[in-house]
């Protein structure tokens, strides 16, 4: 049973438009939740996080969205850029044994 | 620089043959992990590492195997047991097990011949 769910497999945005990345969890104990990019061939690279005390956490074109209530976080990126395009998977923690990733979303910048 | 360094990038196996991959790290994290990635699946925990000559396994451990007899290192054999062993392999680790961010390897794609 997949306890992180990103349900868009790909999105395809306009450059200079937001980008949307949404992510659900079933497992409440999940108190932490980091969103990571990743190029073809590439190892993923840490990209933004949000506690799950916080609803919402902000650094520079990123930011990410926290809904406890309904289980459902998000990543903005505004503007979006070309260099944007990557996998970007959302992870959470709460277990010892580490970090439970999402499928991850193909985001693709149009320009 | 720091990091963690994946060999080889790209490995070919024949089917029947034990591979083991190699991970290295000089971040002194404690903690290490191994992944695996396949199309539509994402990452799948194999094993993690949180201290030295202790491991355990993951979502997907069978078929492989890991050592880590040194902080530095956790590589990961492919055993022949192992159904379908061509993925993209990741190495991580993080400063230790409570530690929540993960530095990632460049990855080492396998593929069965």
């Known amino acids: 049973d997949q306890q992180v769910k990103q349900n868009s497999p790909s999105l395809s945005v306009q450059e200079g438009r937001i980008s949307i990345l949404n992510c659900d969890y079933t497992?409440?104990?999940?108190?932490?939740f980091l969103w990571y990019k990743k190029y073809p061939a590439e190892g993923p690279t840490f990209l933004i996080s949000i506690s799950s005390i916080k609803d919402k956490n902000e650094d520079g074109r990123f930011t990410v969205f926290l809904n406890k209530s309904a289980k459902h976080l998000s990543l903005h990126i505004v503007p979006s850029q070309p260099g944007d395009s990557a996998v970007y998977f959302c992870?959470?923690?709460?277990?010892?044994?580490?970090?439970?990733f999402g499928k991850g979303t193909h985001l693709i910048i149009q320009p | 620089d720091g990091g963690i360094t994946q060999s080889p990038k790209y490995l070919f196996r024949k089917e029947g043959q034990n591979v083991t991959l190699s991970c290295e790290q000089n971040l002194n994290h404690d903690a290490m992990y191994w992944y695996r990635q396949d199309p539509g699946q994402g990452l799948r925990l194999i094993y993690y590492?949180?201290?030295?000559?202790?491991?355990q396994k993951g979502d997907i451990a069978e078929g492989y195997s890991v050592s880590r007899e040194k902080k530095e290192s956790f590589p990961l054999t492919v055993t022949s047991a192992q159904k379908n062993p061509t993925a993209f392999y990741l190495c991580?680790?993080?400063?230790?097990?409570?530690?929540?961010?993960?530095?990632f390897g460049s990855g080492t794609r396998l593929t069965v011949v």
């Open positions: 590492s949180q201290i030295v000559n202790d491991f």
């Open positions: 991580a680790s993080s400063i230790d097990a409570e530690y929540y961010g993960y530095t």
């Open positions: 497992n409440s104990m999940f108190d932490y």
């Open positions: 992870a959470a923690r709460g277990g010892a044994d580490g970090l439970t």
